[in-house]
């Protein structure tokens, strides 16, 4: 890939994923201000059920727009199928929003063993079916290459959703069923804004064959969303049954931060994920096997530098940002980050791209398992650390499953220096690990931190990009 081609696109996207990642993180001298480690344990439990059931309305269409959208060749075609699968995953979603309502003191007793006040697990599951309805809109921008214009909207979303939950919190003191409905409300204003603007611009209309074709890659992806989500959703779920509420949230605030981790990759995702298609549409299988590899590299280079920075220095965030009572999340981050480091080879969409809908639910199906098995001894014995931990090993090997699967059915000739560049992230994140836990002097820790950055800018020779992204900075400003 040529380098001032990747740098001119990865800068477009790195302003919202700035904000997306930014902006949960500023907030905390806000929110745990008014919230407690409680608090958060009762936020993470009710985005169990919310990411669950939302994850289930929307039955694998947004995945299936998304293959499908480059098999349409018509503008038309394009707007019917996306507004298809919206109409479908709304009338879920408000099938299970309405269940949810009506039934919610008796689902809290039943999931949860206990009775959140409010409606919490409502609003949940409200935000997390919303939140899944935007990214229709945000695919078809992504795969019209309208970069921009996803990024600014997304960026917008992040703010709206961000500023309506401090508004709830702060000034209303509606605690935590104020930072929920404030979070379900931005969402809506979004989701409002783009059908309005779409329907104007595009107009409206849903066409039942082209949502029939959907349906049939989707609905066999459906248990991989529910897999998936229970699956990362599983080791909060057992920490509250073993635990406290407060150990919870201090889980919850390690998530969080850590999962700027993950909210970068989705950036890079938006880069090279339609790339890869074309790669594969446009190209032999010969030339994808070696283009792909060239394509991905420098992006994993960005990713694995960001993540050592986050896991590296989330330490004195935490100092900077929390009260004292959510210091003791650092320690959690760093396995956290070392699992989504990891997590990079679950996000080339070889297996999409091959049409493998059915063996996808079965590896996430088998990732359940193996987060299961791992999880729950190691929660049951060690608590806070051994859900940080347990999620680390159960993803080292369910990303090797789903690696040794995606080769088989398309090839990407990765180089060694992905091999050798992941072993020497995780081992300095790991150093960084003892190093805290063995109570070594914070003079001596930082200077390790700095130095592995460093180190890495060198290895990878992530440091010719920031040059050249620092050179276009530059001249934009002149």
């Known amino acids: ?47 169990v059920y919310g990411i669950l059931f939302g994850g289930l309305s929307n039955l694998g269409l947004t995945v299936a727009f998304e293959r499908n959208f480059f098999q349409l060749t018509k503008k038309i075609n394009q707007i019917n199928l996306m507004w298809s699968c919206l109409i479908l995953s709304m009338l879920i979603l408000g099938f299970f929003s309405s269940i949810t309502f009506f039934f919610h003191n008796a689902i809290t007793n039943l999931f949860f063993n206990t009775n959140f006040e409010g409606k919490i697990l409502f609003y949940a599951l409200l935000f997390a079916g919303l939140k899944n309805s935007i990214q229709f809109f945000y695919v ?111 889980l919850n605030i390690a998530q969080k931060i850590s999962y700027s981790s993950n ?80 997590n990079f080879f679950g996000t080339t969409k070889q297996l999409l791209i091959a049409n493998k809908s059915y063996l996808i639910s079965k590896l996430s199906m088998i990732t359940l398992v193996i987060n299961i098995i791992i999880t729950l001894p190691v929660i049951y014995n060690f608590g806070l650390y051994g859900a940080a931990w347990g999620a680390f090993f159960s993803g080292i090997i369910s990303s090797y499953l789903n690696f040794y699967y995606s080769q088989k059915f398309l090839k990407i000739d990765f180089s060694l220096k992905f091999l050798r560049n992941l072993l020497f992230v995780l081992l300095l994140l790991l150093v960084s690990f003892i190093l805290y836990e063995t109570n070594i002097n914070y003079v001596l820790r930082l200077s390790y931190k700095i130095l592995s950055v460093i180190s890495i800018l060198i290895l990878t020779r992530t440091y010719i990009y920031l040059k050249s992204l620092s050179n276009i900075i530059f001249r934009n400003g002149n």
């Open 140 to 250: 078809f921008m992504i795969n019209n290459k309208l970069v921009t214009t996803f990024a600014f909207i997304s960026m917008i979303e992040t703010i709206i959703v961000t500023t309506c939950s401090i508004i709830f919190v702060s000034k209303f003191k509606l605690g935590v069923s104020g930072y929920i409905s404030g979070q379900v409300t931005g969402v809506s204003l979004i989701l409002i804004f783009l059908s309005i603007l779409y329907i104007l611009k595009n107009g409206f209309s849903i066409n039942i064959l082209l949502l029939k074709n959907a349906l049939i890659f989707g609905l066999p992806l459906t248990p991989r969303v529910f897999f998936n989500s229970l699956s990362s959703q599983f080791d909060k779920y057992l920490l509250g049954y073993f635990n406290s509420l407060g150990v919870t949230g201090l």
């Open 1 to 47: 890939m040529k380098k001032n081609n990747f740098i001119n696109k990865f800068l477009i996207l790195q302003l919202p994923y700035a904000v997306t990642s930014l902006m949960p993180i500023l907030s905390l001298p806000i929110f745990t201000k008014f919230l407690s480690t409680e608090d958060y344990g009762i936020l993470a439990l009710a985005s």
């Open 263 to 342: 909210n970068f990759l989705s950036s890079l995702q938006n880069l090279y994920g339609p790339d890869l298609y074309d790669l594969y549409h446009k190209k032999k299988y010969c030339d994808f096997k070696k283009g792909s590899n060239k394509l991905l590299y420098p992006y994993f280079n960005f990713y694995i530098l960001i993540c050592l920075s986050i896991g590296m220095f989330s330490e004195e965030l935490l100092l900077i940002l929390t009260t004292e009572g959510f210091h003791k999340a650092y320690p959690i981050i760093i396995p956290l980050v070392m699992f989504y480091v990891v």
